[in-house]
């Protein structure tokens, strides 16, 4: 489905908010061939990040970044990028080369959140057009909130990028602000092999001979693969 349910793994003192937490405010928009995402042919050494298939990731210091797995197939299907209690979950698809897909998505992401009850805000963030998702939860405490996801795409050539943002950066602008600059440090490797449109673009384990991104403390940050999470597919 296009919307679900946070998993456990994330900050639950984060992932139900009160009515009362306002929502990102708008940003203004930058290009992406100048500020990314960036294509594979519009960078010059791929040796600096870690090689994960379809997504070339820039390792960082306090960078957390967990594969997640497909339980029915055992494919990995999307890497998170967590920094402190915030997390962007990202998947790369294949595009028709004419059009982007971000414009048809966004609608099916707002009809389904409120086949569930919930709120859809769209607005202009720094990334271009952004979905801010709200759908009723029950807080830890058992009062009424709701669980906040923010959703943004970037079409590329060939390629859709979609990042899903959890925790204080879904709504704080502040905190998303690493994140955000790792998703547009990221790289896509479209390949040349013929893909229908929104097929998933094959992400695989980093290579052993490869250094995982380290934290603060000098320890490997990159996690054992985990099961899928339900935010997984774009139509």
Request: no cysteine; aromatic share 4%.
């Amino acid at each position: 489905m296009l919307f679900g349910r946070s998993r456990k793994s994330q900050r639950e003192s984060d992932e139900v908010l009160t009515p009362s937490e306002s929502v990102i405010e708008e940003q203004d928009t930058e290009g992406r061939s100048t500020s990314g995402p960036f294509d594979v042919h519009e960078i010059e050494d791929r040796e600096e990040y870690l090689d994960l298939g379809a997504i070339l990731v820039s390792p960082r210091p306090g960078l957390e970044l967990r594969l997640e797995v497909e339980e029915s197939s055992q494919r990995v299907i999307a890497v998170s990028l967590d920094i402190g209690d915030s997390s962007v979950q990202v998947q790369a698809f294949a595009a028709p080369r004419s059009e982007g897909l971000w414009p048809e998505i966004r609608e099916q992401i707002a009809e389904s959140v409120r086949s569930q009850g919930g709120q859809i805000d769209e607005l202009e963030g720094t990334l271009g057009a952004e979905l801010i998702a709200s759908v009723p939860a029950e807080a830890p405490d058992g009062t009424a909130g709701y669980r906040v996801a923010r959703f943004v795409g970037v079409d590329g050539p060939r390629w859709f990028l979609r990042g899903v943002f959890s925790g204080p950066a879904a709504i704080q602008r502040e905190a998303a602000t690493e994140l955000e600059e790792l998703f547009r440090a990221l790289v896509v490797v479209r390949g040349d092999s013929p893909m229908p449109p929104r097929e998933l673009l094959p992400l695989t384990m980093p290579k052993a001979s490869e250094e995982a991104p380290q934290a603060e403390d000098g320890r490997p940050s990159l996690q054992a693969p985990e099961r899928g999470p339900e935010i997984t597919e774009i139509g």
